[in-house]
Antibody, heavy 117, light 110 residues
């Protein structure tokens, strides 16, 4: 079964850091671009970042550039998101998402990040 | 921020046809294909339509998509109660060099 499972979410103070992880199974991880997509409580979807199969190319939404870093470990079939200088507006469910021909065809269940003092 | 514009809500009675619009620009819908996602409360989104008008395996054929110029639309024919959900369009944006989502449309079955 194709599956993505996120972990690492939680409560963090403004200005703090958090590292999200996503474990994959059921498919050849290093064949795909991978993404993080987030959804603030009661709001719509927002794409956060993506990374190429070999990690050589990374793209970010403007609001997280310089604060978030996406990375992958193809040997362990995992995706990561290092989040620094967190702000209240980063509070959201973060989804790990597989990209197949520019469509998001596999989604994890999400992990909640809450930034609050 | 959402770059693609959708109506906040749409509704219909069982069996009716409902259409959701998605308005973008030359850098996103005008240059790249559009995908549609369906999301039920408390669950992760699911790919509903890809490459403007293709349905993944398992998606009922009452869902259809189209795109022209800088706009796209999702049609639900023969609306059913289980279609009550939020729907989002999305596309790659060549100017922003990232994916953009629509504002989302809540479909209600009356």
């Amino acid at each position: 079964e194709v599956q993505l499972v996120e972990s690492g979410g939680g409560l963090v103070q403004p200005g703090g850091s958090l590292r999200l992880s996503c474990a994959s199974s059921g498919f050849t991880f290093n064949d795909y671009w991978m993404n993080w997509v987030r959804q603030a409580p009661g709001k719509g979807l927002e794409w956060v970042a993506n990374i190429k199969q070999d990690g050589s190319e990374k793209n970010y939404v403007d609001s997280v550039k310089g604060r978030f870093t996406i990375s992958r470990d193809n040997g362990n079939k995992s995706l990561h998101l290092q989040m620094n200088s967190l702000r209240a507006e980063d509070t959201a469910i973060y989804y790990c998402v597989r990209d197949t021909w520019l469509s998001f065809d596999v989604w994890g269940q999400g992990t909640l990040v809450t930034v609050s003092s | 921020q959402s770059v693609l514009t959708q109506p906040p809500s749409a509704s219909g009675t069982p069996g009716q046809r409902v259409t959701i619009s998605c308005s973008g620009s030359s850098s996103n819908i005008g240059s790249n294909t559009v995908n549609w996602y369906q999301q039920f409360p408390g669950t992760a989104p699911k790919l509903l339509i890809y490459s403007n008008n293709q349905r993944p395996s398992g998606v009922p054929d009452r869902f259809s998509g189209s795109a022209s110029d800088t706009s796209a639309s999702l049609a639900i024919s023969g609306l059913q109660s289980e279609d009550e959900a939020d729907y989002y369009c999305a596309a790659w944006d060549d100017g922003l060099y990232g994916f953009v989502f629509g504002t989302g449309t809540k479909v209600t079955v009356l």
